[in-house]
């Protein structure tokens, strides 16, 4: 399981007077190992294994080196510098096959929108990140309501999409993906329980080593 070090909210001697803004990693390369997770060259996550994501953790503004090493090594995987601004969050995807199969790893940065919906709301976005997958249809309906004669909530996502958020009331749901254009669900959530003023980040994975069956994340933005 991810260990978050004593020392993450210290970044490069960050003071808790410092501008920062906030970023949480997540291992979504089927076939990579564990990792650790570097930024400024400070450890702030250590084995952080497949299917895996970090809370928000704070970081300076600033133009950011954020490096992905094989867990327990120096060999350096992914490495990305994003622009951090103030007061703004990011969630960082490891996504792809390290292995040498396409599509290559790659780091996938998203910025955050985590202000409230409107009451009683919740708000969601999707993210494809299973790299065995096709483009895909996404369904958001109450639980077992045929999709046979539904259009899809979200239509032909292609792999690294991030879809716009969508509000809806706080009810009991079902997600279903499909290949695109077709009804064979992929991904099947059963019944999802929601309540009012939350936040998620839904997100396709494969199955480790990559291939199906394919499942899904579901992170908490913000409650």
């Given amino acids: 399981m991810k260990k978050l070090l004593t020392f993450a909210l210290m970044l490069t001697g960050l003071a808790f007077a410092q501008q920062t803004g906030r970023v949480r990693v997540v291992h979504a390369s089927p076939d990579a190992p564990a990792v650790d997770i570097l930024v400024d060259g400070n450890m702030v ?7 895996e994501y970090t809370e928000y953790l704070p970081v300076p ?7 992905v090493n094989v867990t327990g090594t ?20 490891a996504v792809g096959f390290a292995g040498g199969r396409q599509p290559a790893l790659d780091l996938l940065l998203t910025v955050d929108d985590n202000t409230l919906p409107a009451a009683p709301q919740i708000k969601l976005r999707a993210i494809h990140a299973a790299a065995s997958a096709p483009s895909v249809d996404v369904y958001l309906t109450t639980p077992f309501e045929q999709i046979m004669n539904r259009q899809p909530g979200l239509a032909n996502v292609p792999f690294k999409a991030v879809s716009p958020y969508i509000t809806a009331m706080p009810l009991m749901y079902q997600l279903r993906v499909t290949p695109t254009g077709t009804k064979t669900v992929a991904i099947n959530s059963g019944r999802l329980a929601t309540w009012g ?3 998620r980040t839904i997100i396709a994975v494969d199955a480790p080593g ?7 994340l579901v992170l908490p933005d913000r409650n």
């Fill in 197 to 199: 003023l939350i936040i």
């Fill in 74 to 93: 120096e060999t350096t995987v992914l490495r990305a510098n994003p622009n951090v601004m103030a007061n703004t969050d990011y969630t960082a995807v």
């Fill in 45 to 51: 996550i250590q084995a952080l294994p497949y299917r």
């Fill in 61 to 67: 503004v600033g133009t950011r080196e954020i490096r």
């Fill in 210 to 216: 990559g291939g199906g069956p394919f499942d899904f």
